[in-house]
T-cell receptor
């Protein structure tokens, strides 16, 4: 049982480049989330999807877009990367909006 | 004011001692409370969830919740070097968004 799978694990971008972070879960969870983690800042919610077909902004959505492709997959897109987006990104899923989260292994992104 | 605040670390305890971690949250309707453990370079993993006032024990871990005081804590008994990690407090508020504290780093000295 893979749980939550994120790709890629590492990525280096130049300012202005675009990329999509992929996330898939095989637990039949309804809700999916994207967080970023920066030193001293904890985990901050970027976007979430309470159920298939819905998405909503979190605490720090600027510069990002998301797509809930189906129940399994939730992608995060950076249209024009900036150095401030250098961070570790975690995808997570939960059975429902009130359930604990299960995290993927993370993507370490560096924007130069 | 942050929605979820944790006592500042790092916290260093000798092996076999009790590690006490504290977390307070803002005055909003809250649903569920969680403690996650995160090893350096790894993703957070759930170690405890608590939904009602009182204590909940799971092995060497005890979570305590006091909604009137907006306070949730985690006790780690008989601390082991493998408990050295960052512990994250998380709260689900009535908008169903999970908010995390900044974390407390615990080091267990052998």
């Amino acid at each position: 049982n893979a749980g939550v799978t994120q790709t890629p694990k590492f990525q280096v971008l130049k300012t202005g480049q675009s990329m999509t972070l992929q996330c898939a879960q095989d637990m039949n969870h309804n809700s999916m989330y994207w967080y970023r983690q920066d030193p001293g800042m904890g985990l901050r919610l970027i976007y979430y999807s309470a159920s298939e077909g819905t998405t909503d902004k979190g605490e720090v959505p600027n510069g990002y877009n998301v797509s809930r492709l189906n129940k399994r997959e939730f992608s995060l897109r950076l249209e024009s990367a900036a150095p401030s987006q250098t961070s570790v990104y975690f995808c997570a899923s939960s059975a429902s909006a009130n359930s604990p989260l299960h995290f993927g292994n993370g993507t370490r992104l560096t924007v130069t | 004011q942050k929605e979820v605040e944790q006592n500042s670390g790092p916290l260093s305890v000798p092996e076999g001692a009790i590690a006490s971690l504290n977390c307070t949250y803002s005055d909003r309707v809250s649903q569920s409370f969680f403690w996650y453990r995160q090893y350096s370079g790894k993703s957070p993993e759930l170690i405890m969830s608590i939904y009602s006032n009182g204590d909940k024990e799971d092995g060497r871990f005890t979570a305590q919740l006091n909604k009137a005081s907006q306070y949730v804590s985690l006790l780690i008994r008989d601390s082991q070097p493998s408990d050295s990690a960052t512990y994250l407090c998380a709260v689900i508020f009535n908008d169903y968004k999970l908010s995390f504290g900044a974390g407390t780093t615990v080091t267990v000295r052998a």
